[in-house]
Each structure stands twice: as C-alpha cells, then as structure tokens.
C-alpha cells in the first residue's frame, strides 16, 4: 500500500494565485478548498444543499487552501522543505491510498429524525429500535443532517400512509420518497430537474428494498405543463423540500396533485423568507396547518382550503 503525505497550503485568499506559484514550482495535482466556491456551487445547486452534511459545511468555515500529495520519501520531504524556504507555510499528514479512499466516510454517521426514523450511510449496520433508512451519501451529498430535511422525514412519519400515493418534488437523493415507502407508503412519484436523479434515486431505493415502489421523472415542474401531467394527481402526501424561490411558484400547481385530503410538506425556507412563501401557498388555496422551525429553517404542512 502506498505512503503519501498530504499537503495543505495556506491560500490567503486566492487559491489559483497560490496554484499558479505551485505550477511554476513543477508541482502538479492540487485540490482547492475554498469557502467561497464551496458557497458558490451550493447557491447554483439548491436541488443538492439540503443534503450537504453540518461537519463538512463547518470544515469548509473560512477555507482558503491548497492541498496536494507528495510520496512520503525524500524526494517528497525536500518538495516540502522548498515550500518552507518560499514561505508558504506548509503542514503535512501522512495518509495511505485507503485514506484517500475511505476517509471521506468519517463524516457520516446515523441521522435519528421524528420519533421513529433514522438515515443510517449505507456501509453502517444499525441495531437500534429506530427504523433504518439506508442511502448512500457519496451519491448526491446526502445524509439526512440537514434541518430542513429532519423537518421533512418528521413530516413523511407523520402522514405517510400504508399505500397512499406519494409525490417528492424536487426528489435529490430521494430520501424523503424512499422513507415513505419504508413506512409503507406507495406508489412513490418522484421528479427533480437533475438528469442523474432517476439513477441515484433507484440506487437509493434498492438499498431499502423499495426500488419497485418509485417512478421518477427529470423535468421542471413549474415549467413543463407536460411533466405536470404525467405526474398527475390524487396523491394523499406532496413534499417539496426545495427553497423559498421554487417554492414561491410551485404552489399554484399544489393543488391539483393533491387528493382531497392529501397533505402538502414544504421547507427549505431560510430565516426571513418565510412570511412571503406562506402567503403565496395562502393564496394558491392551500391552508397551512403546521409550522415548524429548527435553527434558521422553517417549514409548512398544508391542506387545501
């Protein structure tokens, strides 16, 4: 097994400054771990930030680094001593190619979420009394951490029903469709604009044993009136754990996938957002009848008016 050490770079601020001080060292290889971009790519991917674990969020705080990997000999040691010699202030760790491979794993562990359920990462067994719901994080972020997301499953717990049809918009990982069907729910209609969702979802749902319970589709609800039929209706639970902006405009459209009394979960609302998107589910006829708040989110259970 080969023997590497790992090597961060303070950025200062500007990773690609330092990346090209680093090329013209003959270096080669780098990952750049930036808060900023981090940020960036969650604001231009709201279909995932839902499912990004609160532990790497946090080791993201404040990021501006370089990292790269050097054998761990004594041609790696002197690459390392000349990025002392040039100021840059290097700290090392040795790590192994299993490192590389597993280590990213460390940052998941057993989500417990309302009373019954719990988001177990696929390679851990789980003994409790909780019901499991397995899923694989390195697919699409997901670990079931984020407060918007337990918000949600305490929901699905709630009014999932044995052998009601379920609607998730928005599905990502398909978490929430995939615990309804562990609790007995189904069929599960899912849809997200993302075109490896069906794949993720399936993967997802056959860790569960529940892959035949899903139908998921990719297209843009609001959009594509087409989609809206093939959805169709009559579904006793639709959720939406998306943001306030989807939200927004998706709830004229709420009402007719929902049975006569069917139940609409939403959340995805940050601080301050909240008021406006109740009064436009308000105004699409939807009466809201719960709402829940966990740190700066919040979210609304709806029926129709």
Avoid at 227 to 236: C, K, M, N
Wanted: glycine letters at 10%; aromatic letters at 8%; charged letters at 25%.
């Amino acid at each position: 097994m080969a023997n590497w050490l790992e090597v961060t770079i303070p950025a200062h601020g500007d990773p690609e400054a330092l990346c090209e001080q680093l090329t013209g060292m003959g270096l080669e290889g780098f990952v750049i771990e930036d808060e900023r971009d981090f940020k960036s790519f969650l604001e231009n991917n709201t279909q995932y930030w839902d499912f990004v674990d609160e532990k790497l969020e946090k080791s993201m705080s404040g990021a501006s680094r370089v990292k790269l990997w050097v054998a761990d000999d004594d041609t790696g040691r002197a690459i390392i001593a000349d990025l002392y010699e040039k100021g840059l202030n290097p700290e090392s760790r040795p790590v192994t190619d299993a490192d590389w491979e597993n280590n990213w794993r460390d940052y998941y562990k057993p989500v417990e979420a309302g009373e019954k359920l719990v988001i177990v990462p696929q390679w851990q067994d789980y003994d409790g009394d909780r019901t499991p719901v397995k899923l694989d994080p390195g697919l699409l972020f997901g670990t079931g951490d984020h407060p918007t997301t337990r918000m949600c499953l305490a929901a699905v717990e709630k009014y999932a029903r044995p052998g009601e049809k379920v609607l998730d918009l928005g599905c990502g990982s398909g978490i929430l469709g995939i615990a309804a069907a562990v609790l007995g729910a189904g069929p599960i209609v899912a849809a997200d604009v993302d075109e490896k969702a069906p794949d993720i979802v399936r993967d997802n749902a056959k860790l569960n044993g529940v892959e035949d319970a899903f139908t998921v589709y990719v297209g843009d609800v609001i959009g594509s009136g087409t989609l809206r039929t093939r959805l169709g209706g009559g579904y006793a639970l639709v959720l939406a754990n998306i943001v306030a902006d989807v939200i927004i405009p998706l709830a004229p459209y709420v009402g007719a996938f929902l049975a006569e009394d069917g139940v609409f979960v939403c959340s995805g609302i940050i601080e301050g957002r909240q008021d406006e998107t109740a009064a436009a589910l308000e105004a699409a006829g939807l009466r809201i009848v719960e709402l829940h708040t966990l740190e700066e989110w919040h979210a609304f259970v709806c029926r129709r008016a």
